[in-house]
């Protein structure tokens, strides 16, 4: 990889001419521009630079690199110039997300007056349910979004989501002309019983409001029709097999033969704004039982250093069987014990009834085992240690 500072003093004696002109165009000595061009020319692999007279001149390597060189510091200097255009000026990719009659009502006007104003904005958008575009939004897949907010089941605003309310508008009942009840002007929802209906997928703040209302007033509501689209749902209860709760931005694009009531009691819908003012904090890892604490380092790394202390042993046993005229230790000195601080799990007392206080893991390293004439030793136990891992517990 070539470095920046070796590729501008490259461009910088290509438009010059020389060393000795380029060095006060970039702030340094004719040495310091040499070698800069020298480590240049290593990194590339190429001669870049060749005599010519009392000067040099590039070779053709050189004049391919500084040709790449120029392209290379026109795009960093571009994007110098859109970093400090963000303190004055708008720019880069707004990612937007809404619910579908919100982005067909509120959006488009908004994103025209936006983009003129703006040139070197690029909006994208995505429609969904809230319930789907909320997550993508704390993930940082999204900016901003356009979500709605039931009076009979309000959105709950995550930890660093700021809400703003941009529309309330009223929500209506939408039946076919041939329905018995469609030349009233204001239907009680518990005069809907036995109706079908057509609604949002179950877990939508659509589906969750209708659900509420109708149980409010003594209702189990018959959801046979299950639609995203108002626009859908409206198809349906022209061709009178269905009613639909319709909010007011979706009434505008209903087919002909439909009718729009208002509810007893009313039913209201707030299209909000949603973006992120900070960023959600992470996770912290949890213990299995939240009664329990770590309270020293993890096993592994307790069987690790004694592994360690166990070769160092083992090499210090054999070193002193081979030496001559060197004497084995005594019986006693034979086994290596090395034990390491426990590891412990620390209940507290308030989980007593468990019928355990304290678990602890220990390793224990032993050596060559001890042997007599009459017990000769093993292969395995000559110079072999053996690591013997030990759990055990009391009860309170």
């Known amino acids: 990889m070539f470095g920046i500072d070796r590729l501008c003093a490259l461009a910088a004696v290509a438009a010059h001419g020389s060393i000795a002109q380029a060095a006060p165009a970039l702030h340094m000595t004719a040495s310091a521009v040499s070698q800069q061009l020298a480590k240049l020319e290593r990194e590339a692999g190429h ?62 006007e908004a994103l025209a007056g936006l983009t003129a104003a703006h040139p070197r904005l690029t909006p994208t958008v995505v429609d969904g349910e809230s319930v789907d575009l909320l997550p993508r939004l704390l993930h940082g897949e999204l900016d901003l979004l356009l979500i709605e907010s039931w009076a009979d089941r309000p959105v709950p605003a995550p930890a660093g989501v700021t809400l703003r309310t941009l529309v309330t508008e009223d929500v209506r009942v939408a039946l076919s002309e041939r329905h018995p009840l469609s030349d009233r002007g204001t239907v009680d929802l518990a005069d809907l019983a036995g109706t079908p209906w057509a609604c949002c997928p179950p877990g939508t703040a659509p589906h969750e409001a209708l659900v509420q209302a109708l149980r409010r007033r003594g209702v189990e509501p018959d959801i046979r029709y299950l639609l995203a689209e108002h626009t859908t749902q409206l198809a349906l209860v022209a061709r009178n097999l269905t009613a639909s709760l319709v909010p007011a931005m979706s009434c505008r694009a209903a087919p002909p033969g439909v009718r729009f009531l208002a509810t007893h009691p009313a039913l209201r819908r707030d299209i909000r704004a949603a973006w992120l003012t900070r960023a959600p904090r992470a996770r912290r890892y949890a213990p299995a039982s939240p009664r329990c604490r770590l309270t020293s380092r993890p096993p592994a790394r307790a069987v690790r250093r004694n592994e360690e202390a166990g070769s160092a042993a083992r090499r210090q046993n054999t070193l002193a069987r081979r030496l001559p005229g060197r004497r084995r230790p005594p019986h006693r000195q034979d086994r290596y014990d090395r034990r390491l601080p426990n590891w412990h799990l620390a209940v507290p007392a308030s989980a007593s009834d468990a019928g355990v206080s304290l678990c602890a893991y220990r390793t224990t390293f032993r050596g060559p085992a001890a042997h007599t004439k009459d017990s000769p030793r093993t292969a395995d136990e000559q110079g072999q240690g053996t690591h013997r891992p030990k759990l055990w517990g009391h009860p309170a």
């Not at 005599?51 to 120029?70: E, I, K």
């Not at 795009?75 to 970093?83: E, I, K, V, Y």
Request: glycine share 10%; charged share 25%; proline share 3%.
């Open 47 to 108: 001669t870049l630079l060749e005599p010519h007279g009392r000067s040099v001149r590039l070779t053709h390597a050189g004049r391919v690199l500084a040709d790449h060189a120029d392209r290379v510091i026109a795009q960093l200097s571009a994007a110098q110039r859109d970093l400090d255009d963000l303190r004055h000026e708008v720019l880069g990719t707004l990612r937007i997300g809404g619910v579908g009659s919100a982005v067909r009502t509120l959006l488009p």
